[in-house]
């Protein structure tokens, strides 16, 4: 049975990214999340799930995990902040125990699932190490909480995105620098065809920084034989793109545009693909 926790009487953040998450919650479910799937999938059939029977989504989003995981997994339940979200992920998966709630204060009892997943998630936290210990508190003995978060904002793909999500709401104009032979004319579909590169491990295990006495050191923040998934992947609508810069000036950000700056390279396509008109 579904039961809702009212965010509003929990610690931390709930209200509030209730309230940001559900303005367009529809639309994030049909456009965005599906650009997870690889990464939700890789998890998935990771080793250390095989033996896994109940799982936690937390911060499940519209329930495209939770669905995948259930095919595999028995039970499936996740919590997100969003009502909009959790109705989706109900929509999603009937039988999902899917609740409204906060991530740092966790409705369920100490050691009732195999595996706890955060996608995208525990970053939002007002305190990520109190989120954190409230994933480990429901885990299972022995079982595992997989988190997959944002890397450092120097190799982060998205970061590029979110700029230009934020010149778009202050109307603030916002350039691509892009020489041509960055741009591959034969992708059609930035959302299907654009590969997700799987960048190095250390990115994310390690992190460097100044010691107390001046020296730079690396250190690593995960256990030993921790296994890291790095996908690094960015789609950024051309609609928040004011322009173009190329060595052939500034271009719209369109094909037709950049067909025409660069006809010898527009022309050059696979049969399989149409030429760019």
């Known amino acids: 049975m579904n039961q809702v926790v009212a965010p509003s009487r929990a ?13 367009r919650a529809g639309d994030w479910a049909e456009m965005q999340e599906s650009v997870f799937r690889p990464l939700y999938q890789h998890v998935l059939h990771h080793p250390e799930l095989a033996q896994a029977s109940s ?9 495209l995990a939770a669905q995948l995981f259930s095919g595999k997994i028995g039970a499936v339940a996740g919590i997100d902040a969003c009502s909009s ?5 109900r929509q999603r998966v009937p039988g999902g125990d899917f609740r409204v709630g906060e991530m ?4 369920y009892a100490d050691e009732s699932f195999d595996v706890v997943i955060g996608f995208n998630a525990f970053q939002y ?22 988190v997959a978060t944002w890397g450092p904002y120097e190799n982060c793909e998205s970061s590029g995105h979110l700029k230009a999500l934020a010149a778009h709401d202050t ?8 020489p041509s032979p960055t741009i591959d004319f034969t992708v059609k579909d930035g959302l299907a065809e654009i590969p997700i590169e799987q960048r190095a491990a250390d990115e994310v295990a390690t992190m460097t920084g ?3 006495d001046g020296r730079i050191e690396t250190v690593q923040i995960v256990p030993d034989g921790s296994p890291v998934a790095n996908y690094a992947f960015d789609v950024t609508p051309a609609r928040l793109v004011t322009g173009l810069i190329t060595e052939r000036g500034i271009v719209a950000a369109n094909c037709a545009a950049l067909a025409q700056a660069f006809p010898e390279r527009a022309e050059v396509r696979p049969k399989s693909h149409r030429k760019v008109s």
């Open 210 to 212: 100044k010691t107390v």
């Open 55 to 63: 799982s936690l989504d937390v911060g499940c989003g519209a329930g």
């Open 104 to 107: 740092e204060v966790l409705p």
């Open 125 to 146: 936290a007002a305190s990520p190490v109190n989120a954190l210990r409230e994933a480990r508190r429901v885990t299972k003995p022995g079982r595992h909480v997989v």
């Open 171 to 178: 109307k603030v104009p916002f350039y691509v620098a892009l």
């Open 11 to 23: 610690a931390g953040t709930a209200r509030l990214q209730g309230e940001l998450w559900g303005v």
């Open 85 to 89: 979200f959790v109705e989706l992920a």
